[in-house]
């Protein structure tokens, strides 16, 4: 048994779909917990008006009852609290023609999907292109990324990320558990306070002159025990999985597993984690493999790495062409964020959790929660039986 997630919906449609199916009944769920979640998502300093307007209003429609999973598929709506400014544009039957034609989009914005969305389905303009490609629909992701979540604290699996770089400005991993739980409690995901004075006024420069900022952001997870995943088949490999959810974030462009790049300028005797006898534990002095050898974890802490770039809708516009007079011009201009990567990170935790909830529900099954809790708990004791002397 796995879980899949699906969802479908348009950033200035009715809203989004969201299901889930495959959890194990059993588990408990609160609306507190994902809108915790959401409200993580809208965080950041960089971000722009639609923030402030988006309510990120839900509904579960099923798989839910008295705050606990059923086992039958979980349903839930995203509202999108702007859909009657919307509506004349945008309805599936009562579209009205003028408004439509107000909204269309025929400068492609480079570095978004509208011209290449355009050649893949023959549209004249891009909206039904952007509506769908619009990180909106990260929102949606996040609800299903948290529900992965919950299945992961009931085991005591903990997903966490810290922005670690703002454009040019490096500023690290966090240092400590309190680093670790400032970078995910506050708004900028930075884990230093001392940090953020200058990243604001990098973001507010970028801001002022009508540019956009990339960044990257680290994703850990704790107390996740060796031996997850698969190194049988190269789609069931869990590094291979855990890099294409996050690759699959709008505006990602690279993906590391602990060293990553950094390993391959490195001599093999200086990267491999060597066994070291510690208390008793067969354990490592160091982690350059980021938690995962083979494809499986191996006991240590997931370390991952994204690089985003930077968002590409400009306030100064970049050079496009219209499609339909075949004329350079400017490209078209959508009110938008300068910065997303602290909200990125949470969608980054998001994604992280799916993954790894859908490898430890294929690899432990069970219908009800406390059957993959009895043997993740076995499991989990068997290979700390292994590393003990
Ligand atoms: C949380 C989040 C918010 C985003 N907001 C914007 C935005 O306001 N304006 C924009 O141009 N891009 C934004 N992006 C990035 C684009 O959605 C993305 O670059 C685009 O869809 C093209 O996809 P690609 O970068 O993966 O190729 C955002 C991304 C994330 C993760």
Redesign the pocket.
């Known amino acids: 048994m796995s879980i899949r997630m699906l969802s479908c919906g348009e950033s200035h449609g009715k809203g989004y779909l969201i299901i889930v199916e495959g959890l194990p009944a059993g588990l408990p769920i609160s609306k507190d917990c994902i809108e915790e979640q959401l409200s993580r ?1 809208r965080r950041g300093y960089g ?2 008006e ?1 923030m402030k307007l988006e309510r990120d209003e839900f509904e579960f429609y099923s798989g839910v009852r008295g705050k606990v999973t059923t086992g039958n598929p979980i349903g839930v709506v995203l509202h999108n609290s702007e859909w009657e400014k919307w509506k004349d544009s945008m309805d599936a039957f009562e579209l009205k023609e003028d408004e439509a034609k107000e909204r269309e989009i025929t400068k492609p ?1 480079p ?3 509208d011209a290449s969305g355009m050649a893949k389905f023959g549209f004249e303009e891009a909206r039904n292109v ?1 509506e769908r ?4 629909a ?1 929102a949606a992701w996040t609800i299903a990324g948290t529900l992965c979540r919950r299945l992961l604290e009931d085991l005591g699996v903990a997903v966490r990320s810290s922005v670690t770089s703002v454009g040019p400005r490096s500023i690290g991993l966090p240092r400590s558990e309190e680093e670790w739980t400032r970078a995910c409690s506050s708004d900028m995901g930075l884990p230093r306070e001392e940090d953020e004075e200058e990243i604001m006024s990098i973001i507010d420069e970028a801001r002022s002159s009508g540019d ?1 900022l990339g960044g990257t952001f680290a994703i850990s997870v704790k107390n996740i025990p060796a031996g997850i995943g698969s190194y049988s088949e190269w789609d069931r490999r869990l590094d291979g999985r855990l890099a294409q959810a996050l690759m ?6 690279g993906v590391e597993i602990g060293g990553g790049f950094g390993l391959s300028q490195r001599p093999g005797s200086e990267v491999h984690d060597e066994f070291v006898l510690f208390s008793g534990l067969w354990t490592r002095r160091t982690n350059n493999a980021g938690g995962i050898e083979g494809g499986v974890t191996n006991g240590e802490e997931l370390t991952l790495h994204v690089a ?2 930077p ?4 306030k100064k516009p970049l050079r496009t062409f219209d499609v339909r007079i075949k004329r350079e011009t400017s490209a078209h201009v ?4 300068v910065c ?1 990567v602290p ?2 990170s ?2 980054g935790e998001a994604m992280t959790s799916l993954v790894l909830a859908q490898a430890l529900c294929e690899q432990f099954g069970g219908d009800r929660m406390e059957d993959l809790r009895s043997r993740f708990e076995e499991h989990t004791k068997r290979t700390r039986r292994m590393f003990h002397v």
């Open positions: 998502r971000r722009g639609r914005r570095g978004h999907a952007l490609t619009s990180a909106r990260t956009s699959s974030i709008p505006s990602a462009k985003l770039k968002i590409p809708t400009l959508e009110r938008g964020d997303v909200a990125a949470v969608v």
